[in-house]
């Protein structure tokens, strides 16, 4: 398979709304949905090959779903989470954007820091994913990850098993953040 066969590959995941699934839709595994890691992953992908339509599509999707849960997010940002329940779910329907509220491992910080790292990378690269009304969600994402205290704060990180501190999730959150200090809006 050559890379074109690859990136089709991928493509053939893209939804209307602009997210990836992990796998291709009426699939009997369940992840036929869109989760935030994979697109950041995808996107890396998407954009070592120059497609940059289909991954700012991706992040303005992602933004989208910010947007659409921006009270829950609110809500955690200004009381810290007790309940997995209570933090930024880690998968959504690719066309709804709504969280999925069967049991899983949604505490997962590093899926919030690498989306805040590569929103920021986007930016210090003119592609100007972010508008002047998403400054508000992006800094309430910040307030997020100080309310939920990501430096200890157990999480099922990316392997999504058993909750503890994961170097990766503290990693990926410390990158974002440093990442967004870097731009003069935060």
Not at 19 to 27: D, I, Y
Request: charged fraction near 30%.
């Amino acid at each position: 398979m050559d890379l074109q066969e690859r990136i089709d590959n991928i493509k053939s995941l893209h939804t209307e709304r602009g997210l990836f699934l992990a796998s291709s839709q009426g699939v009997e595994t369940g992840y036929d949905k869109a989760w935030l890691r994979d697109n950041f992953y995808i996107s890396l992908g998407l954009e070592a090959a120059g497609e940059w339509g289909l991954v700012e599509d991706l992040w303005t999707a992602i933004i989208g779903i910010f947007r659409k849960h921006e009270d829950k997010i609110d809500w955690a940002a200004d009381n810290s989470p007790q309940e997995a329940w209570q933090y930024i779910h880690a998968r959504y329907h690719p066309e709804t954007f709504e969280e999925f509220w069967e049991e899983w491992g949604n505490k997962q910080h590093d899926a919030v820091g690498a989306v805040l790292f590569k929103l920021a990378d986007l930016e210090e690269k003119g592609r100007e994913i972010i508008t002047e009304k998403d400054h508000s969600i992006i800094q309430r994402l910040i307030d997020y990850l100080e309310s939920v205290e990501y430096w200890h704060d157990p999480d099922n990180g990316v392997w999504e098993e058993y909750e503890e501190v994961h170097a990766s999730s503290v990693g990926a959150c410390v990158a974002g953040l440093k990442k967004l200090q870097q731009l003069s809006f935060y």
